[in-house]
């Protein structure tokens, strides 16, 4: 097969993977089928079998695409934030800014990431979560190293990462573009709660 053609079904699959895509978000998993994603591709339910033997092999290939870019987006937000900046402060607000402005770009890969996964079979679905889990180590590790060096108190450190993640991750459901709080106003209020708490000063 030439260089040319092996590049056209490369094309092609990632066209596939985009509709299909569309797809899930707008009806579920559940309730696509090969022959709607091949209608919306604009190839016959044939062409769409070269490709991906089966709609569970879609599914899986997003998944594991989501979980790329949430851990790459992770890693880059955190390398960035340690070299750029010594405040903790400073480090916290960039590292969620980061990956909250990533995770919501990408909220429709989420979206299948957390709602769909129970899709895919035991051996599979597991795959996807070693991501999910790789990605809470980045910033587990990230944090366990600023308690370290004593710059946030010593505190049960799973605990603390777990609370940061569901904070940023409600987002996707209650954040508007429109509202009067940019991400990064959002974001700062988050991390200054984490920091300093929201008891007034007692008289």
Same mark, same amino acid.
Not at 18 to 30: P, Q
């Given at each position: 097969?030439?260089?040319?053609?092996? *590049?056209?079904?490369?094309?092609? *699959?990632?066209?596939?993977?985009?509709?299909?895509?569309?797809?899930?978000?707008?009806?579920?998993?559940? /309730?696509?089928?090969?022959?709607?994603?091949?209608?919306?591709?604009?190839?016959?339910?044939?062409?769409?079998?070269?490709?991906?033997?089966?709609?569970?092999?879609?599914?899986?290939?997003?998944?594991?695409? *989501?979980?790329?870019?949430?851990?790459?987006?992770?890693?880059? *937000?955190?390398?960035?934030?340690?070299?750029?900046?010594?405040?903790?402060?400073?480090?916290?607000?960039?590292?969620?800014?980061?990956?909250?402005?990533?995770?919501?770009?990408?909220?429709?890969?989420?979206? =299948?990431?957390?709602?769909?996964?129970?899709?895919?079979?035991?051996? &599979?679905?597991?795959?996807?979560?070693?991501?999910? /889990?790789?990605?809470?180590?980045?910033?587990?590790?990230?944090?366990?190293?600023?308690?370290?060096?004593? &710059?946030?108190?010593?505190?049960?450190?799973?605990?603390?990462?777990?609370?940061?993640?569901?904070?940023?991750?409600?987002?996707?459901?209650?954040?508007?573009?429109?509202?009067?709080?940019?991400? /990064?106003?959002?974001?700062?209020?988050?991390?200054?709660?984490?920091?300093?708490? =929201?008891?007034?000063?007692? &008289?």
């Amino acid at each position: 097969m030439e260089k040319k053609d092996i *590049a056209n079904m490369h094309q092609t *699959a990632q066209i596939i993977l985009e509709k299909a895509h569309e797809l899930f978000v707008e009806k579920g998993y559940e /309730r696509s089928s090969m022959r709607e994603i091949a209608e919306r591709v604009g190839i016959s339910k044939a062409a769409l079998y070269h490709h991906f033997k089966n709609k569970e092999e879609i599914l899986f290939t997003l998944c594991v695409q *989501a979980g790329e870019i949430i851990n790459e987006d992770m890693r880059q *937000a955190i390398l960035k934030s340690e070299t750029q900046y010594s405040n903790v402060r400073d480090q916290l607000v960039n590292i969620l800014y980061d990956y909250t402005i990533g995770y919501l770009k990408h909220k429709n890969f989420n979206k =299948i990431l957390f709602f769909e996964i129970e899709s895919l079979p035991p051996e &599979k679905r597991e795959i996807i979560i070693n991501y999910e /889990r790789s990605n809470v180590a980045q910033f587990k590790n990230y944090l366990r190293r600023i308690m370290e060096q004593g &710059k946030i108190k010593k505190t049960n450190i799973t605990v603390l990462t777990f609370c940061f993640f569901a904070t940023v991750q409600w987002l996707y459901f209650w954040y508007k573009k429109d509202g009067q709080l940019s991400i /990064r106003e959002i974001i700062e209020y988050i991390v200054d709660y984490f920091l300093y708490g =929201i008891i007034g000063d007692e &008289k």
